[in-house]
């Protein structure tokens, strides 16, 4: 089992959930986040913004659905200028329910 | 080292904080999220009652059920061995037999530091 992490937009958070839904995962959390990248933030003006506003997704699946969740992210998210984040994958060892304690997604 | 996330209903958050008290485990992070689960969402997980023909309504104008349910977010980094143990205390009191109690995932963890003694492993989060 994989977790995996989007940041995203806050503008594609929408459509990335609606793509994962149709393609049948449906269990995500979503939790709104501050950050920079490697351009460290933007500068408008004079006004220099040092962390943006952004939506992080968490999604746990098992490994085959892996590279298929984060080709839909990176399709979805896609804008192709600085700031569509980064995807990140870690390993879960155990899920478990809690309404029923059954181990497993 | 694991990280156990557990994402529980935001009621429910005090009542675990004190078992976890209980068991010699205060230390957890706590983020209000949003989510959804296999069931995509339903309306009814809020405790507050949403007229039937309101919910009817939204459903023939092709309106789904609620997009995301308020959820806490639990982090805690503990020991191998303690895992089980928080693991079924958690349980334990979020069951509610209904869906929407939601799930514990568990992580492995390479290391931890406590930031103020500079110490590592296992005696930083004891």
Excluded: W
């Excluded at chain 1, 298929?68 to 879960?92: C, E, H, R, S, W």
């Excluded at chain 2, 068991?23 to 969402?41: D, E």
């Amino acid at each position: 089992m994989k977790m995996i992490r989007a940041i995203v937009r806050p503008e594609a958070a929408d459509a990335v959930t609606e793509g994962l839904e149709e393609a049948g995962f449906f269990s995500l959390t979503k939790i709104n986040v501050f950050g920079r990248g490697k351009q460290k933030g933007i500068t408008v003006g004079a006004t220099h913004y040092d962390e943006l506003s952004k939506i992080m997704i968490m999604i746990v699946v098992e490994d085959p659905s892996v590279d298929q969740v984060i080709k839909l992210i990176k399709y979805k998210a896609y804008t192709g200028n600085y700031g569509d984040g980064k995807i990140f994958i870690t390993n879960v060892e155990k899920a478990i329910t809690v309404r029923t304690g059954e181990k497993g997604l | 080292m694991k990280e156990i996330i557990a994402i529980i209903r935001p009621k429910k958050i005090e009542h675990t904080k004190d078992a976890l008290d209980e068991l010699g485990f205060p230390s957890v992070t706590a983020i209000p999220v949003l989510g959804r689960g296999n069931q995509r969402g339903i309306a009814g997980e809020l405790g507050i009652d949403i007229r039937p023909d309101a919910v009817a309504q939204g459903r023939s104008a092709g309106m789904k059920d609620m997009k995301y349910i308020p959820k806490r977010l639990l982090s805690l980094i503990v020991c191998d061995e303690d895992v089980d143990e928080i693991v079924e205390a958690i349980i334990k009191v979020n069951q509610t037999d209904q869906i929407g109690d939601g799930k514990i995932f568990i992580c492995p963890v390479d290391d931890a530091i406590r930031v103020r003694t500079d110490e590592q492993g296992d005696s930083a989060i004891k």
